[in-house]
């Protein structure tokens, strides 16, 4: 089944409930200025105020394409009023398209039904290159300089969370959280568990052992 994740940055998105449609699943869930809080897989569809709690939109529209989480993303601009000024100022700012707020669950998912073909297309094939690791999200396979990582899906989305979240220590419950396992509730050391066979993956392909083991705190992807 398709995933398609909707993110607000107002209080909306954490209230509206997923629901499946035509076999794709669509998930909403809040974002602020720090970017996603778990993996993003699929196409992503972002709906920025123009005026946040602590950060303008525009200038939360040039960090989300910053970002190479949200780079992709769709970005709508969410206007206070229809000025042309306003208009301007949001595709500047790096948002596709704008729109007249308040928002409602019927507005966002008009606007996403309306444009989902044309934007899945577009964004067909995506590819990270992180270091020496590279992900290629459309084939399901990571490299290391250029050597096939064998490894399980589960071992695949984990990587892929770590090389989002570089050189930062994530603990368990983060992990958990990121790989969107909380439901039904995991157990932490089973983390322990994901890390082993992904450390063996890494090393088998000739990456070493770049998963550092911080005590109490959790682990860290460690690059260069």
Known sequence: ????????????????????HDDQRFIFDRIGPEGPRRLVEGPAWIFVDWVMDDLAGLEMCRRLRADPRT??????????????????????????????????????????LALQSRYSERHATQRMEVGRLTIDLAALQARWDGEPIEMRPNEFRLLRFFAENPNTVLSREELIAGLGKREPPIDERTVDVWIGRLRRAIKAAGGGNPLRTVRSMGYVFDLP
């Open 1 to 20: 089944m398709d995933l398609i994740n909707i993110f607000l940055t107002g209080e909306l998105g954490e209230t509206l409930e997923e629901f499946v």
């Open 71 to 112: 780079s992709e993303a769709h970005i709508t601009l969410v206007l206070e009023e229809d000025d042309v000024e306003d208009r301007r100022r949001a595709l500047r700012a790096g948002a596709d398209d704008y729109m007249v707020g308040p928002l409602d669950r019927t507005a966002i998912l008009d606007r996403v």
